[in-house]
């Protein structure tokens, strides 16, 4: 595995990692926003499991398998555990908190599910053009 093709997935994770670790400013744009917390903590989990999609089908051009799509859930949501306990013990800005791994796992669910739908269409779509 050449790191370059999955250069994508990299960067989101280290987007998540940091931004997992950062202050969390009092005026927080959309802080009004029912439940915002866990709305963030899902979409960064689904773009997570979609930009391995994206780097693993298309960067690469190979084909996604069932084993593919378990190890794209199992790294999302190892990941928001991972940074929950970092949260909790590694940093005093922020609290690690169960609901938000929750939320970080429902991400990558649904992550999996969209990659599930977009792979068919990606490999009905290539297998026409081949």
Known sequence: MK???YIVTV???LSIIVLSTLPIPEDAPMSD???IDKWVHMVMYMGLVLAMWFDH???SEKKAKGKHFLFMFLYATLLGGLMELVQAYLTTCRSGDLIDFEADAIGAAIGVGL???VNKLWAEKTSVQN
Do not use: M, S
Request: charged content about 15%; proline content about 7%.
């Open 3 to 5: 790191l370059k093709q």
């Open 11 to 13: 960067l989101v994770t």
């Open 33 to 35: 926003v029912p439940l």
């Open 57 to 59: 089908v298309v960067r």
């Open 115 to 117: 990659t599930l739908f």
